[in-house]
C-alpha cells in the first residue's frame, strides 16, 4: 500500500522566517508526487512533481524532488500570515492501474504563520 | 472555467437519515473523485467515478454508502442511515482524461456534513 509521511505536523514561525516542509513516500512504480495548500476549504493545487533535481517554483513557494531518497520538500520564504495553511502532499497510485485517481495523502502539515 | 462545484457547503442530519452530497466537475473533465476529512486528519480517498461507471470503490465503507456519476447531472455521494461517526468534510476533485501518468485534480469547496 502506498504511503505517504509528511513532517513536521506543525510549524510555528514568524513573518518573514523561511520554511521547509517535508514529504516522504512509498510508491511503487512512482509517477508523481503533488503538493496542495489547504485553507479552511478546498486543497488547492500547487505543484506537480515528476523528475528529481528540477526545482518548480511560484513566487515565494518551490519544491523539489528527490526519487532516490524519496522525499520532497516544499520551501516557503519571506512567510506572510497568508501562507497559514495545512500543506498537503499526495501521490497517485501505480502506473499502469486503472485507479490512477486515488491520490494518497499525508496527514499534513500545519503552518501558522505570526505577525 | 468555473470550478468543481459542490453542494451543500453545509449539510445537518440527525441520526439515521440519508445524505446527498452532490459534484459537478470542472468543464472538460470527465473524472470524479470522492475523499472524506475527519476531524484533525487528512484527506482519505472513497472513490473514483467516470461517466457511468465505478472504476474504484476500494475507500467506501462497505455498509451505507454509495456513489454514481450519471450521463447527465452531477455525480452524488449517498449516506444512508447517517451515524455521528460519518460528520466530516466531503471533498469532490475532478481531473482531464489522464495524460501521459500524471495529472492534477482539482478540489471543489467541500460539503461540511454534521450529524446530530
Known amino acids: 500500500e502506498d504511503k505517504v509521511v509528511q513532517s513536521p505536523l506543525s510549524l510555528v514561525v514568524h513573518e518573514g522566517d523561511t520554511v521547509t516542509l517535508n514529504c516522504s513516500y512509498e510508491?511503487?512504480?512512482?509517477?508523481?508526487l503533488l503538493w496542495y495548500k489547504q485553507e479552511k476549504k478546498a486543497p488547492t493545487f500547487l505543484f506537480m512533481l515528476?523528475?528529481?533535481?528540477i526545482e518548480k517554483k511560484s513566487g515565494r513557494l518551490s519544491s523539489i524532488l528527490d526519487k532516490k531518497e524519496l522525499f520532497s520538500i516544499l520551501n516557503i520564504t519571506a512567510t506572510q500570515t497568508g501562507d497559514s495553511a495545512v500543506y498537503l502532499c499526495?501521490?497517485?497510485?501505480?502506473?499502469?492501474?486503472?485507479?490512477?485517481?486515488?491520490?494518497?495523502f499525508g496527514q499534513g502539515t500545519i503552518l501558522t504563520v505570526h505577525p | 472555467n468555473a470550478g468543481v462545484m459542490q453542494n451543500p457547503r453545509h449539510l445537518v442530519r440527525r441520526r439515521g437519515q440519508e445524505a446527498r452530497l452532490r459534484c459537478s466537475p470542472m468543464?472538460?473533465?470527465?473524472?470524479v473523485y470522492w475523499y472524506r476529512q475527519l476531524p484533525e486528519e487528512g484527506l482519505k480517498f472513497m472513490v473514483y467515478?467516470?461517466?457511468?461507471?465505478?472504476?474504484?470503490e476500494s475507500g467506501m465503507p462497505k455498509e451505507r454508502f454509495s456513489a454514481e456519476f450519471p450521463k447527465e447531472g452531477p455525480s452524488i455521494l449517498r449516506i444512508q442511515q447517517v451515524v455521528r461517526g460519518d460528520s466530516a468534510a466531503y471533498f469532490c476533485?475532478?481531473?482531464?482524461?489522464?495524460?501521459?501518468?500524471?495529472?492534477?485534480?482539482?478540489f471543489g469547496p467541500g460539503t461540511r456534513l454534521t450529524v446530530t
Open positions: 515528476t523528475s528529481s533535481g
Open positions: 467515478l467516470q461517466k457511468e461507471n465505478i472504476i474504484d
Open positions: 499526495a501521490v497517485p497510485p501505480n502506473a499502469g492501474g486503472t485507479s490512477y485517481g486515488k491520490l494518497t
Open positions: 468543464k472538460g473533465h470527465s473524472h
Open positions: 510508491v511503487t512504480n512512482f509517477r508523481s
Open positions: 476533485a475532478s481531473s482531464p482524461p489522464n495524460q501521459g501518468g500524471s495529472y492534477e485534480q482539482y
